[in-house]
T-cell receptor, first 108, second 121 residues
Framework: TQLLEQSPQFLSIQEGENLTVYCNSS?????LQWYRQEPGEGPVLLVT?????EVKKLKRLTFQFGDARKDSSLHITAAQPGDTGLYLC????????FGTGTKLQVIP | GAVVSQHPSRVICKSGTSVKIECRSL??????MFWYRQFPKQSLMLMAT?????????EQGVEKDKFLINHASLTLSTLTVTSAHPEDSSFYIC?????????????????FGNGTRLTVT
């Protein structure tokens, strides 16, 4: 079983601050996805990273895939209350495995 | 974009009864669907993988006789929680892929339903 550990588990910050969420594994993944989930809803795909060392930007969100394709990070610049949610990394080819999750709260 | 509809969004049932949850792909054919369970403030845990026209593959520790999965068509998979008990109360989410064997890629990402909140009293 491929495990994905996320850190931190919980994060509460003030609006305007920056933050980074990490997703680590001992296994190599062909691709990793990042999702955001709000309470009572299904996860929404934010990005897919495929190439080792790849960096993708989505407005204030920057995603990076590790060179060895075992880890990934999500950096949010100038966080806003609308960024509040559960952030999940996920990987796998035939069967997607989800990370342990990072609960982010951005306080106005 | 691709849409997956899950129904019902919320259900309350009495202990000992069975509940059926439907997952439909609205604008694409889903060769593979996945069922997840999520406890409060936790991540998604894969329960089973269902392929159209064949038996579902259950993850270790998931009782196949309790969580019946039927994937009778390319647009519909159902999860039936049989003889539900309070400990079965959870958030159940389905996802669907249009690719063979559910291989996730740029061209065939997973599409998620909005989940079903099951409460067993």
């Amino acid at each position: 079983t491929q495990l994905l550990e996320q850190s931190p588990q919980f994060l509460s910050i003030q609006e305007g601050e920056n933050l980074t969420v990490y997703c680590n594994s001992s296994s190599v993944f062909s691709s990793l996805q990042w999702y955001r989930q709000e309470p009572g809803e299904g996860p929404v795909l934010l990005v897919t990273v495929v190439t080792g060392g790849e960096v993708k930007k989505l407005k204030r969100l920057t995603f990076q895939f590790g060179d060895a394709r075992k880890d990934s990070s999500l950096h949010i610049t100038a966080a806003q209350p609308g960024d509040t949610g559960l952030y999940l990394c996920a990987g796998g080819y035939q069967k997607v495995t989800f990370g342990t999750g990072t609960k982010l709260q951005v306080i106005p | 974009g691709a849409v997956v509809s899950q129904h019902p969004s919320r259900v309350i049932c009495k202990s000992g009864t069975s509940v059926k949850i439907e997952c439909r792909s609205l604008d694409f054919q889903a060769t593979t669907m996945f069922w997840y369970r999520q406890f409060p403030k936790q991540s998604l845990m894969l329960m089973a993988t269902s392929n159209e026209g064949s038996k579902a593959t259950y993850e270790q520790g998931v009782e196949k006789d309790k969580f019946l999965i039927n994937h009778a068509s390319l647009t519909l998979s159902t999860l039936t929680v049989t003889s539900a008990h309070p400990e079965d109360s959870s958030f159940y989410i389905c996802s669907a892929s249009s690719s063979l064997a559910g291989r996730v890629s740029y061209n065939s990402p997973l599409h998620f339903g909005n989940g079903t909140r099951l409460t067993v009293t």
